[in-house]
């Protein structure tokens, strides 16, 4: 499964450490949170259970 097909919450460290320019638009200025990790992204497709901000 590529990183493309994924989650942003299913990242794992060293895919963030990799594809660190990729990690930076996806949250830049973001509009969503994950309910179940908290992470935040500008494109609720990202997360998997996006909630707005």
Known sequence: MSKDSKTLC???KGE????FEK???LVRKPE????????AA?????LCKPKEL
């Open 10 to 12: 299913e990242w794992k």
């Open 23 to 25: 990690l930076r638009e």
């Open 42 to 46: 500008n494109n609720k497709e990202v």
């Open 32 to 39: 969503f949170i994950c309910r179940k990790c908290g992470r």
């Open 16 to 19: 963030i450490r990799d594809d």
